[in-house]
């Protein structure tokens, strides 16, 4: 969307122009951290802590989306008039209602206002889900999210999101799994600073079994270097962590398994044959 400007611009037709421009800035939110860098790199910049960064969370929604964003600026040290940019929104709201439109609109209308006030040239809002998708160079597709707080199961049909279809939900996210690893290692009396050290082993070691059960047979032990922390060594842990995905009643939760949520958006999906093959992950 350009300031002054009454219509939105789709995410293709600004992606289809990249070639034009010297590059935009991204910026992918989330409930738990935030991701922002250069879109003609392949990966972020930098990371902070959304519940950190947003802002007082009683204080209005523009308040709070202005001052991430100028934290954001800062950061990259950017001016804000030089760069258009790409927002992320988070993936709430899933159903087809009067409210959840509204609510969708509401956080898009308050975006634009934010950045278009800090003087932002364009601005290109569009959900996580399908920033995934077009990220591995796909329109049409189911895109798995894993998310702060829980999963959420995508179906995508030409760029746009099957409300109608319906968004599977899986209630476990980054953070039960890392507070997950940080009982096991409480269990082994493995020693940690904090939850961030705990994180950082999971983003680290962190491995999915083709075969559960044959893995726990294995000698999978592994040791890791933390900066400023030290040595941890770890086993099956590694592959126990991220089966809770799969099997939640390894935690002790009564939930639905990924796979299970997966198959059941297929089996929603009216176009379910042609996306089978474009199963697309983001974390």
């Known amino acids: ?161 099957m409300h109608q279809v319906g968004v599977e939900v899986v209630g476990i996210g980054a953070l039960k799994l890392t507070g997950f690893l940080k009982e096991q290692m409480q269990q082994k009396n493995i020693y940690f600073g904090s939850l961030y050290t705990v994180r950082a082993l999971k983003e680290e070691s962190l491995l999915f079994a083709l075969d559960y059960k044959a893995e726990l047979t294995k000698d999978t032990k592994s040791t890791f270097q933390i900066a400023s922390e030290g040595c941890f060594t770890l086993s099956e842990e590694r592959f126990k962590t991220g089966e809770i995905l799969f099997q939640p009643r390894i935690a002790g939760m009564r939930a639905m398994g990924l796979q299970n949520a997966v198959a059941l958006c297929i089996e929603h999906c009216h176009d379910a044959e042609s996306m089978v093959a474009d199963i697309v992950t983001k974390q």
Request: charged fraction near 15%.
């Open 1 to 161: 969307m350009l300031s002054n400007s009454v219509s939105d611009l789709s995410f293709m037709s600004i992606y289809g122009q990249r070639a034009q421009v010297p590059g935009a800035i991204i910026i992918d939110g989330g409930s738990g951290y935030c991701k922002f860098g250069w879109s003609k790199y392949s990966a972020p910049s930098g990371r902070s802590a959304t519940f950190l960064e947003f802002g007082n969370i009683e204080s209005p929604m523009y308040s709070r989306l202005r001052h991430s964003f100028s934290t954001i600026y800062t950061r990259m040290q950017v001016k804000t008039s030089t760069q258009p940019i790409i927002v992320s929104i988070p993936i709430c709201h899933y159903d087809d209602t009067e409210s959840d439109k509204a609510a969708r609109t509401q956080l898009k209308d308050a975006i634009h206002s934010a950045l278009f006030d800090m003087n932002v040239p364009a601005v290109c809002t569009v959900n996580q889900a399908i920033l995934a998708l077009f990220a591995a160079k796909k329109v049409s597709g189911i895109v798995v999210n894993i998310g702060f707080h829980q999963t959420s199961i995508v179906p995508i049909l030409h760029g746009k999101i």
